[in-house]
């Protein structure tokens, strides 16, 4: 067992590196999954994996392209299946409790030709998965309670202004917005939002951030954000997990996020430098490893 | 008599249904621009206008291998857009995912394959084949009961699993990701919604002809479409537009003898245009 107290320069092969809070399964444990390990056909993707997310918590899903970021909400939603070691997802097996579980997949853009309301979208995310087609007229007490949490949900991220409008005429931040709310419909308790920043502005990868922390705190909902930039994120989130070289480090951004940690997890050395406006830099990280992961391909 | 349109709507229409050819055409045709509205607003959402256009080329080599056969032409019609709909589901599949390269490469090699065959067993056939003309440009005259019949089983069974199919088949179309994830059968989904293509395509070829599907099957939607964002009101708006340009259509096509698909293409893209500039305005 190896913490982030870890010698600088010493190198870690063969153990595991757990997370560096108290280890153990804690009754609040949304998410636990204990010596997991998952692959890409014969490619380890990453192995001897503890980590857990914490009810409440807002944890960021850290490290380079083709570590596994994605991977990891793929078996949290039981798209994904370990090769070795357990998952608990919401005290249930991984895809056990699909419908108390939000998800936003990576990066999806919807072109200036789309003409689907933004509303339309959200909504999907309700009933999305429901056969047959509602005759008009009937079950109108269902409908007008679908509408009535379609509006709740837009207000929450501050959507209304450009609900209505088709999903192709707005913005990548505001699109970003409408697909939080579709991903909010059902009140998960677990919510794992992946790469929503990516492609926005810096001021609506602020926002969007400060947005995902404000659902977490008013809702208690557990949020995992898989990004590949930790520093708009790093005043809003609890804890992170990084994951690089085949395996994953969990802690608070200042623990984890270190010269002495990241080249232990690396296994190579890397160094952190704080800039003088306060972002972080991780220089020397090796390229993306041999595996790549699907989601990035 | 001949018809000669007059100012007067009631004699028009006297004049309109006073032969049971007319009747029929005017049945089938609006049965199939229901289908067609409905099955091609998903189409356009999908953008899967080229599967379209091939499957309506199945229908070449289905009219002549059936003709060849000894067949009724209509089921050569179906059987074959369902097959090229299969074939191009199962085609297209990479390590069980659509892929949208492999899709285009076999959708071009299926329509050449139809196209090819449909010249085969035309010679085979050696006769005369009603006209490769009214094949591939349509006729409304000659529309039989049984026709009609057909075409109506046809059209309530493809509504149907497409009612039924509906929204998950909306969120597959628009939003394929989370749709997944979210447990929807992506994949089955779009091998079903091909083959109810196959039947529509192949439905609205028996009347307007193989290369003119298109306007009966994009033109009503991708109009719709341009014209509101509103879910429920561009499907009604599609099959509107969809069943007005037919009727529309017919009655130019009695009147002035022209042929019923010159007709019907130039007025639902007119009104595809319309739409379009309307939409550039606005901004």
């Known amino acids: 067992m190896r913490d982030s107290s870890a010698p600088c320069g010493e190198r870690v092969q063969d153990e595991r590196l757990v997370a560096a809070l108290p280890a153990g399964p804690s009754m609040s444990a949304v998410v636990e999954l204990r010596d997991a390990a998952v692959a890409h056909g014969a490619a380890t993707v990453w192995a001897g994996v503890d980590v857990e997310l914490r009810a409440g918590e807002f944890v960021g899903i850290l490290g380079p392209n083709g570590a596994g970021k994605s991977t990891f ?17 919401l005290g249930a097996a991984p895809g056990e409790r699909r419908e108390a579980i939000g998800y936003l997949p990576q990066r999806r853009s919807f072109d200036q030709s789309v003409r689907v309301r933004g509303r339309d979208l959200v909504a999907l995310g309700l009933d999305g998965t429901r056969w047959g087609t509602p005759m008009p007229g009937l079950f109108r007490a269902r409908r007008s309670a679908l509408r009535a949490r379609v509006d709740e949900v837009i207000a929450a991220v501050g959507a209304g202004a450009y609900a209505n409008r088709p999903i192709g005429e707005c913005s990548g931040g505001e699109q970003q917005r409408l697909l939080i709310a579709q991903a909010l419909a059902r009140s998960p308790q677990l919510l794992l939002l992946d790469e929503p920043l990516d492609g926005l502005d810096l001021p609506s990868q602020a926002s969007v951030s400060a947005l995902v922390q404000r659902l977490c705190r008013r809702d208690g909902i557990t949020v995992a954000l898989v990004a590949h930039d930790v520093n708009p994120l790093l005043s809003y989130l609890d804890r992170v997990i990084y ?5 994953a480090v969990a802690g608070t951004p200042t623990e984890v996020i270190t010269t002495q940690t990241l080249s232990a997890l690396y296994g190579a050395g890397v160094e952190v430098l704080r800039r003088s406006d306060g972002r972080l830099v991780v220089v020397g990280q090796p390229d993306t ?8 391909g | 008599m001949n018809p000669s349109f007059s100012v007067n709507p009631i004699s028009d229409l006297d004049q309109l249904l006073q032969y049971p050819f007319m009747v029929h055409a005017l049945a089938a045709g609006t049965i199939v621009a229901v289908i067609a509205a409905l099955v091609g607003w998903f189409v356009v959402l999908r953008r899967e206008s080229f599967v379209c256009h091939t499957l309506s080329v199945m229908s070449f080599p289905g009219a002549s291998g059936a003709a060849l056969a000894g067949l009724p032409l209509a089921s050569g019609y179906f059987v074959f857009a369902v097959g090229g709909a299969l074939a191009i589901a199962f085609g297209s599949r990479i390590g069980g995912k659509r892929s949208a390269t492999a899709e285009s490469a076999v959708v071009g090699t299926v329509g050449a394959v139809a196209l090819a065959l449909g010249f085969l067993f035309l010679s085979l056939y050696g006769g005369i084949l009603e006209s490769v003309e009214t094949l591939l440009f349509g006729s409304f005259v000659g529309i039989t009961a049984a026709q009609v019949r057909t075409l109506l089983v046809v059209a309530l069974l493809a509504g149907g699993v497409l009612a039924f199919v509906g929204r998950p088949l909306f969120y597959a179309s628009v939003d394929e990701r989370s749709a997944r994830a979210d447990g929807v059968p992506v994949q089955a989904l779009s091998v079903v919604f091909l083959v109810l293509l196959g039947l529509a395509v192949a439905a609205i070829a028996q009347i307007v002809g193989v290369l003119l599907t298109f306007a009966l099957l994009v033109a009503p939607a991708a109009t719709a479409q341009l014209v509101t964002t509103r879910l429920r009101l561009s499907l009604a708006l599609a099959v509107t537009l969809s069943v007005l340009e037919t009727w529309a259509a017919l009655t130019l096509a009695y009147f002035t003898n022209a042929a019923l698909g010159f007709c019907l293409t130039t007025i639902s893209l007119v009104l595809f245009a319309a739409a379009r500039v309307a939409r550039e305005r606005r901004g």
């Open chain 1, 289 to 296: 490893p041999a595996h790549h992961d699907h989601a990035h």
């Open chain 1, 73 to 89: 909400l793929e078996v949290l939603l039981g798209l994904k299946e370990l090769r070795e070691g357990t998952a608990s997802v």
């Open chain 1, 243 to 247: 994951f690089a070289g085949g395996r």
